[in-house]
């Protein structure tokens, strides 16, 4: 992968070689000209994070689940991996013993809240169609924008059934205080390594359908190689939403958030 | 994916520092653990700015390789195409990433003659 950029001094050069590390990148610490032009007009020094709004939006959001004694779980996961109906299992589960609110972020439609409805959680929906085909992933301020819609203060844990989407989520912080991933085993071993930003946030990756481990030619330890290489540290916990199997061992990672 | 919304954020900070003036080149550094895709950023910036008072400045893309450092035997190595999080020379798994996840603005440059306007 050639990842050509150029330097103050006006070289220009390519990472993609290996053992190209001579020179010395604390020199990208100052701002440089890196546009590979001149211009005649002002230079205006900038230096802020692009992500900056969203993570102060995402501090005032965990702020207030603190403040109101509630944990926050944000759920990531690929479309279909099992994210609502894992919950469903969950919150059948959890009934009665943990107060649980669900902030369910859709591209469209009400079907997974839908489905959600009747097990006793407290659901706000948000959905982030916006006229281009919908946001990928929920932000900060949309997760905020559900917060009057849940009465925190009678709540123990708030789940956030985040987009269907390995890419986006992982890039936003919406105020969470643990990420866990839901991986179905019909995605095959290798996503760890193209999705390494999502598997590396999450610290805790829940896999999904291992009823299917007899009929699929599923390589469970080369996938957790690969979750190895990218995120060391990670969790690991085997589970199938449909037959119940693991189910308890996820209800128990959850009570553990609460303490 | 997403590069939509980000443009939003980045037209927010560029109207804030550009206060008026004519942007020509908005420099963003950018690390390889960000999952944006350069070529889209460019593409919806011109969506997102145009018919505002930043139609016409394009966005330049510095890309910063990710490098991880081992705690054990501080050695830094390039995470790679194929992403692997381990040391280069010693193997473990025990490093902390040093670049890659940069994403910001860093400068904007103006046209010319339009400093004296703000």
Sequence with gaps: MGRFHRHKDGTVHDHGDAGDHAHNHEAHDTVGDHSGYATGGERI????????????????????????????????????????????????????????GIIEGDIETSLDADKLAGFGAEIALINTGNGFG??????????????????????????IENVGNLVCPAEFDVGEDARAMVYAITEGEEKPLKY????????????????LLPYLGFDMAGFRDNLRKVNPAAEVMLVSARTGEGIDGWCDWLRARLS | ??????????????????????????????????????????????????DTPLAGSRISIEAVPARIKCRTC???????????????????????????EEFLITSLELEENEGASA
């Design chain 1, 45 to 100: 020094e900038v230096l802020e994070r692009i992500f900056d709004e969203n993570d102060k939006t995402a501090a005032a959001n965990r702020a207030q689940f603190a403040a109101a004694g509630v944990r926050v779980v944000n759920l990531m996961s690929s479309p279909g991996a099992g994210k609502t109906t894992l919950l469903r299992e969950t919150l059948t589960r959890l009934a009665g013993q943990v107060r649980v």
């Design chain 1, 196 to 211: 390494p930003v999502m598997f590396r946030s999450c610290g805790l990756v829940v896999v999904n359908k291992v009823d």
């Design chain 1, 134 to 159: 919908g946001e990928c992933h929920l932000d900060a301020p949309m997760v905020r924008s559900a917060l009057p819609r849940l009465p925190l203060g009678d709540l123990d844990l708030v789940l």
């Design chain 2, 1 to 50: 994916m997403h590069e939509l919304s980000i443009c939003g954020s980045i037209a927010d900070i560029v109207t804030r520092h550009a206060a008026g003036r004519r942007v020509k080149v908005i420099n963003v550094r950018m690390g390889q653990l960000r999952q944006v895709v350069p070529d889209t950023l460019v593409y919806c910036w011109e969506l997102v700015s145009a």
């Design chain 2, 74 to 100: 501080a050695h830094v190595t390039d995470v790679g195409a194929v992403p692997v999080f381990a040391c280069g020379a010693c193997g473990g798994f025990d490093a902390e990433v040093v670049s890659g």
